[in-house]
């Protein structure tokens, strides 16, 4: 391999370091209503996603393809351009784990490479009918679709399921949610993990060690299967909390119905090419299966949260990527620093998550500040309106005295 320069090595390393936030990020897709269920023991949910990510990551190289020859001018990339890129999308996908919500690391990955290619080589460089078709409507309509689909899922399973035994039932469900389960992380595999091979493949391409239009090598397919594979077993409980307890209670019934819409979606994105997100998708179907079930609902300030940081995620990536490429062109030294900062922030942010520790022992432990609803309350109550007792400001015997005060 020609031209295998150290600016180039140092791309291919930070871009299987962002395959790998890319895995314990989406690991919530394949498995949060899985483990939330009860269907699967967490640790064991998350290794069978992350098998199952890695065989996936061998199955198409479509959306490969269109990272690497379809959303910017391949001509106009140097390799500084794609590591600042990588930059963006790290932070912001570190960020987001840190808050527990579920954004998008595909488009974290997008947008930080158009922001960069945006400040290296300017707007012409960036392809914007690509952008717009196979990124920003996909991204509108996968979770509308998603969601749709297992709502009427949902409504179907409890309608065909009404005489069923209950528990004969049940068991079932978590049967066919665990298979469902499966197939998004095979699906999962086929679609995020060759963002990653595309990525490189263009570093490549750019850094003169393949050819123009060529195809991913088989060593950056299996580097990228095993790199978002090890990331998806770490498990990204935080964002398993949000997805499997923060937006709906779900039965097994809705997760099953979940799974399947998602995946389905998913698979059919892959064949097409779309660079889709997973997690749009796959929150998308958790929403639709909690509207599906009689009396479910959607904790709306959870999810308002979660938009906007859908919302956020392209701009914020673009943004980093682009003050990224701004000092790298400055010369080696800038290429450095820029280094010195994504390894110090991305320390900063771990040390910080560890003031308060979420793993596969309480990942299906709740809380009140709107990432879950309140342990012990009504499944129809939205986070945000758990009622909250306020004792007396001054203890009394009195017995006429006023009772504690409820909001």
Same mark, same amino acid.
């Given at each position: 391999?020609?031209?295998?320069?150290?600016?180039?090595?140092?791309?291919v390393?930070?871009?299987?370091?962002?395959?790998?936030?890319?895995?314990?990020?989406?690991?919530a897709?394949?498995?949060?209503?899985t483990?939330?269920?009860?269907?699967?023991?967490?640790k064991?949910a998350?290794?069978?996603?992350?098998?199952?990510?890695?065989?996936?990551?061998?199955l198409?190289?479509?959306?490969a393809?269109?990272?690497?020859?379809?959303?910017v001018?391949?001509?106009?990339?140097?390799?500084?351009?794609?590591?600042?890129?990588?930059?963006?999308?790290?932070?912001?996908?570190?960020?987001?784990w840190?808050?527990?919500?579920?954004?998008?690391?595909?488009?974290a990955?997008m947008g930080?490479?158009?922001?960069a290619?945006?400040?290296?080589?300017?707007?012409?460089?960036v392809?914007g009918?690509?952008l717009?078709?196979?990124?920003?409507?996909?991204?509108?309509?996968?979770?509308?679709?998603?969601?749709?689909?297992?709502m009427?899922?949902?409504?179907?399973?409890?309608?065909?399921?009404?005489?069923?035994?209950?528990?004969?039932?049940?068991?079932s469900?978590?049967?066919g949610?665990i298979?469902?389960?499966?197939?998004?992380?095979l699906a999962?595999g086929?679609?995020?993990?060759?963002?990653?091979?595309?990525?490189?493949?263009?570093?490549?391409?750019?850094?003169?060690?393949l050819?123009?239009?060529?195809?991913?090598?088989?060593?950056?397919?299996?580097?990228?299967?095993?790199?978002?594979?090890?990331?998806?077993?770490?498990g990204?409980?935080?964002?398993?909390?949000?997805?499997?307890?923060?937006?709906?209670?779900?039965?097994?019934?809705?997760?099953?119905?979940?799974?399947?819409?998602?995946?389905?979606?998913?698979?059919?994105?892959?064949h097409?090419?779309?660079?889709?997100s997973?997690t749009? %998708?796959v929150s998308? #179907?958790?929403? /639709?299966?909690?509207? &599906?079930?009689?009396?479910? !609902?959607?904790?709306?300030?959870? +999810? $308002?949260?979660?938009?906007?940081?859908?919302?956020?995620?392209?701009?914020?990536?673009a943004?980093?990527?682009?003050?990224?490429?701004?000092?790298?062109?400055?010369?080696?030294?800038?290429?450095?620093?820029v280094a010195?900062?994504?390894?110090?922030?991305?320390?900063?942010?771990?040390?910080?998550?560890r003031?308060?520790?979420v793993?596969?022992?309480?990942?299906?432990?709740?809380?009140?500040?709107?990432a879950g %609803?309140?342990?012990g #309350?009504?499944? /129809?109550?939205?986070? &945000?309106?758990i009622?909250? !007792?306020?004792?007396?400001?001054? +203890? $009394?015997?009195?017995?006429?005295?006023?009772?504690?005060?409820?909001?």
């Amino acid at each position: 391999m020609e031209n295998f320069s150290l600016i180039l090595a140092i791309v291919v390393i930070t871009a299987l370091a962002f395959d790998f936030t890319n895995g314990f990020h989406d690991t919530a897709n394949a498995m949060a209503t899985t483990i939330s269920t009860g269907a699967l023991r967490p640790k064991v949910a998350v290794a069978m996603s992350a098998a199952l990510n890695l065989v996936g990551a061998f199955l198409s190289v479509e959306v490969a393809n269109t990272i690497s020859k379809g959303l910017v001018d391949e001509s106009g990339i140097r390799p500084e351009v794609i590591f600042a890129a990588l930059v963006g999308a790290i932070l912001w996908n570190l960020l987001t784990w840190l808050v527990g919500l579920p954004s998008s690391s595909s488009h974290a990955l997008m947008g930080g490479l158009i922001g960069a290619t945006l400040a290296s080589a300017g707007s012409g460089a960036v392809h914007g009918d690509v952008l717009v078709t196979k990124v920003l409507i996909p991204a509108v309509a996968a979770p509308i679709v998603a969601g749709l689909a297992a709502m009427l899922a949902t409504r179907l399973s409890y309608t065909l399921g009404r005489k069923a035994e209950g528990k004969a039932a049940e068991k079932s469900y978590r049967f066919g949610q665990i298979a469902s389960a499966g197939l998004v992380s095979l699906a999962h595999g086929t679609n995020d993990a060759q963002k990653t091979m595309g990525i490189i493949t263009l570093a490549l391409v750019a850094g003169g060690s393949l050819a123009p239009d060529s195809d991913p090598p088989t060593w950056v397919i299996l580097s990228a299967g095993l790199a978002i594979a090890l990331g998806t077993y770490l498990g990204g409980w935080r964002i398993i909390r949000t997805m499997g307890k923060g937006l709906t209670d779900l039965q097994p019934q809705q997760g099953f119905a979940a799974q399947t819409s998602a995946a389905t979606v998913i698979l059919a994105s892959s064949h097409l090419g779309f660079s889709l997100s997973t997690t749009h %998708a796959v929150s998308g #179907s958790v929403m /639709g299966a909690g509207l &599906g079930r009689k009396g479910g !609902v959607v904790r709306w300030s959870t +999810a $308002t949260r979660m938009f906007v940081a859908w919302g956020l995620t392209l701009p914020a990536a673009a943004l980093v990527g682009a003050l990224a490429e701004t000092v790298t062109d400055l010369g080696d030294w800038g290429t450095a620093a820029v280094a010195v900062f994504l390894v110090a922030s991305s320390a900063a942010i771990w040390k910080i998550s560890r003031r308060e520790v979420v793993d596969h022992n309480n990942v299906n432990d709740t809380d009140d500040d709107g990432a879950g %609803a309140a342990s012990g #309350s009504d499944a /129809g109550t939205d986070a &945000g309106e758990i009622k909250v !007792v306020i004792p007396s400001p001054v +203890a $009394t015997t009195d017995p006429a005295a006023p009772p504690a005060a409820t909001v």
